[in-house]
């Protein structure tokens, strides 16, 4: 074969080729799918690459309705107050105080809440956007030389204002503004218990009161009279003026209580009574008045007369006094906590110690009251997590 027809062939044999390869390309064959995916995949990457980036802020989607309504501001409780009302707690208050509290800026104090029942207005009818004495709570402890005190442990739930006292016969009682059924203004009752040691505590229900007529005793403080007799003092929260009367009623087993006519003590602006008998035989009244303590004396514990200027002066006035064994008379108030005075004569009080009891329990620590047992002291006082 020359060089010639070896030339040929091949270029026959190639044409051959590329015509069963165009044939070929003409059929339809099943594709390759895996190919496929590659290569798209290859040119969205590619495409993607030469793309600039553009960053994007997902919107805010509106809120899928659940069911459940909507929660709404709050309404302003006194809203709907009567002119009547409202004028009464401007007077009760001050206007200044007066635009703080229906504005909602601040809420009322325990010695300002007292207004709203002396208004004619209730506490449920305010709602529970204020703080209310109706979550209150009465704790009790002990202490060997009451200044420093054992860890308190919880007395009464729904309890406010309480008091404890130490009988002859070697009882401990507590007694308390017991908002426990409480359903509206001059509703309160005073709940009452007994102890043998102060720890274990056996609760007796409420105390019945005789002759009361419209009177609706609070803020109790009770005493033993030398005939074994009990004497309660208490404010009467009813009356509609800041004028207001501390009563009392006598009691021969501590849970049925009768009124004793008169008033104890009635001056502007006065709350929570204290009552000591001093070493001389004279009664002691303490009370809190618009932020002191103030006191007055009787020679009976039935008439008594105020001691001019204050005892203490601090924010928080309520105040718990005992007579200790040398004569000497110490304060408790709640200031920072619960704080403890003392006095030779019971009119000049020196701080003896701050916070004997501090606030951890809860925001509000106030209304101590104190007694003696033979081993030591009993220490009754009220908590408050909302005011």
């Not at 005789?210 to 403080?221: C, E, Q, S």
């Not at 009770?222 to 074994?228: Q, T």
């Not at 701050?354 to 101590?368: F, K, W, Y």
Request: proline share 6%.
């Amino acid at each position: 074969m020359d060089i010639r027809s070896w030339k040929l062939d091949v270029s026959h044999f190639i044409f051959a080729m590329i015509l069963l390869a165009s044939i070929s390309a003409c059929a339809s064959p099943a594709p390759d799918v895996n190919a496929v995916r590659t290569s798209a995949a290859q040119t969205v990457v590619a495409e993607f690459a030469r793309t600039p980036v553009v960053t994007r802020v997902a919107p805010t989607l509106a809120p899928q309705p659940t069911g459940l309504p909507r929660p709404t501001a709050p309404a302003n409780p006194f809203a709907n107050l009567s002119t009547q009302q409202s004028t009464c707690l401007r007077i009760a208050w001050g206007s200044d105080v007066f635009q703080q509290i229906i504005t909602l800026a601040r809420p009322a104090t325990k010695d300002e809440e007292k207004a709203y029942e002396r208004c004619g207005v209730a506490l449920n009818q305010l709602g529970a956007t204020l703080p209310s004495a109706t979550r209150d709570q009465t704790w009790v402890a002990t202490s060997a030389d009451g200044l420093n005190w054992d860890t308190p442990t919880l007395l009464a739930d729904q309890a406010s204002v309480p008091e404890v006292m130490h009988t002859s016969k070697g009882m401990v009682w507590a007694y308390w503004v017991d908002f426990s059924q409480f359903t509206g203004m001059h509703q309160e009752k005073i709940g009452v218990a007994k102890s043998a040691d102060g720890k274990t505590w056996e609760k007796l229900g409420t105390v019945k009161f005789a002759g009361l007529g419209n009177i609706t005793p609070v803020d109790p403080d009770v005493i033993e009279l030398p005939d074994g007799r009990r004497r309660m003092y208490f404010f009467n929260i009813a009356k509609e003026t800041r004028e207001n009367p501390i009563h009392s009623a006598i009691s021969a087993d501590g849970i049925n209580y009768t009124l004793e006519p008169g008033t104890r003590f009635q001056q502007t602006g006065i709350f929570d009574p204290d009552v000591i008998r001093m070493k001389d035989g004279r009664y002691r009244m303490y009370l809190n008045s618009d932020g002191s303590v103030i006191s007055a004396t009787s020679n009976d514990g039935l008439s008594f007369s105020a001691d001019p200027g204050t005892r203490v002066q601090v924010r928080g006035s309520i105040p718990g006094s005992i007579v200790l064994a040398d004569g000497t008379i110490r304060l408790y108030t709640c200031n920072r906590g619960i704080s403890v005075y003392k006095s030779n004569d019971g009119l000049s009080f020196a701080l003896e110690k701050e916070s004997v009891i501090s606030g951890t329990l809860a925001r509000v620590v106030c209304d101590p009251a104190i007694t003696a047992t033979p081993t030591g002291f009993v220490m009754v006082f009220k908590t408050n997590v909302g005011q």
